[in-house]
């Protein structure tokens, strides 16, 4: 079995060490098929092999070259002038300026034809898996980690699509001035409070800025774009209990889920939260203030009443000089 052996060592060092790839031209039979280790190195013939290595050749010169460090044959005779090699093949893979690459290990195993010549029949290559575990046949180790890369990346996906739906939603339901909810949400929300709250739980609280325009004209949108932001930042601190908006241009609203028995005691609340405005720094500077009108929920009134009755005392306030609040249905305040 000398032979075999020699014609197998003289192939691995031919190709990998030399680059000769006329050796497979030479040596390998019409009909020889070849399986390697990538994932579409599976040729049936020769004809396919021989394109795939001018390939390679045009794309391996100069760039790498292989060193065998160790090389195990094991032939046999497996038939009237057929034999079989395995081998197990150790090989260093250097760089032009001699930094080692890398260093792998390659299976290999080929079935031989001797008649005055030797011929290649057919030539089988693998690389062992550094996933399998010791003793284990099937590849559970790689299944494994292929199955847990998968999972890692459909639940980063999933993350992703997560936050950019969250994104989506959060631009649907606010306004991106001031970050309060928008007119379609915010009513969308009250209808529904309504709907399920007693007949005459809820405080409807419109607001708007008082000579807006003039501000607009006067100091430029972009002074009066910062006006409704800290106007927004003003309610979000005095009315965190209840439901804000932006409702559109310089109006914001309010919904309280609650039923206030105390009418007295809400307009001090809206008087203490009037002089904090009026002593915000910025809006001092420009004499920025608000007017607003309040409508307490009666007898299941739904959100059209109550923005009507609000509205009407928003307007009213505004006539009897701004600055100030009124409550639908009571004297000025």
Same mark, same amino acid.
């Given at each position: 079995?000398n032979g075999v052996?020699?014609?197998?060592r003289?192939l691995?060092h031919e ?6 790839y006329?050796?497979f031209e030479?040596h390998?039979?019409?009909t020889?098929?070849?399986?390697g280790?990538g994932?579409t190195?599976?040729?049936p013939?020769?004809?396919?092999f ?5 390939n390679e050749e045009?794309v ?14 094991w032939?046999q005779k497996?038939?009237?002038a057929?034999?079989l090699a395995?081998?197990?093949?150790? !090989?260093?893979?250097? %760089? @032009? /300026? ?7 290990? +390659?299976r290999?195993? #080929? =079935?031989?034809e ?8 057919h !030539?089988?290559?693998? %690389? @062992? /898996?550094?996933?399998?575990?010791p003793?284990e046949? +099937?590849p559970?180790? #790689? =299944? ?9 990346l459909?639940e980063k996906?999933?993350?992703?699509l997560?936050e950019?739906n969250?994104?989506?939603q959060?631009a649907?339901?606010?306004?991106y001035l ?10 969308a929300v009250?209808?529904?409070i ?9 405080v409807?609280?419109?607001l708007d ?5 003039l501000c607009n ?13 800290v ?5 979000e601190?005095?009315?965190?209990d209840?439901?804000i ?7 914001f ?14 307009s001090?609340?809206m ?22 009108g ?6 299941e009134?739904?959100f ?7 509205d ?15 409550i ?6």
């Open positions: 079995m052996s020699e014609f197998c003289y691995v190709y990998l060490e030399n680059c000769n006329d050796i030479k390998m039979a019409p020889a098929s070849v399986i280790t994932g190195e599976f040729f013939s020769l004809k396919e021989s394109q795939a290595i001018k045009k391996r010169a100069g760039l790498v070259r292989f060193t065998v460090q160790k090389e195990e044959i032939p497996i038939g009237e057929l034999y395995i081998m197990r093949i150790v !090989v260093r893979e250097d %760089s @032009p /300026d001699g930094r080692i690459v890398c260093e792998m290990e +390659f290999v195993s #080929m =079935i031989l001797y008649k005055n010549e030797w011929k290649v029949l !030539v089988h290559q693998s %690389s @062992p /898996d550094p996933n399998q575990a003793g046949f +099937f559970n180790g #790689m =299944i494994g980690s292929m199955n847990q890369q998968l999972k890692e459909v996906q999933t993350h992703a997560r950019m969250e994104k989506l959060y649907v339901e606010h306004d001031t970050g309060l909810y928008n007119r379609a949400h915010f009513e009250v209808t529904s309504l709907r399920s709250c007693p007949r005459n739980q809820g409807f609280l419109m800025v008082d000579d807006f325009k004209d006067k100091y430029g949108h972009l002074l009066g774009d910062k006006v409704l932001s106007i927004g930042k003003w309610m601190r005095e009315f965190s209840g439901i908006a932006h409702y559109g241009g310089d109006e609203t309010v919904f309280f889920d609650k039923e206030v028995k105390d009418i007295g005691r809400f001090q609340r008087e203490k939260a009037l002089r904090a405005l009026r002593q915000d720094p910025f809006l001092k500077i420009y004499g920025i203030t608000v007017s607003a309040i409508a307490f929920r009666k007898d009134q739904m059209e009443e109550l923005y009507r009755y609000a009407q005392a928003l307007y009213e306030a505004k006539e009897k000089g701004k600055n100030s609040f009124l639908a249905g009571e004297i000025e305040k």
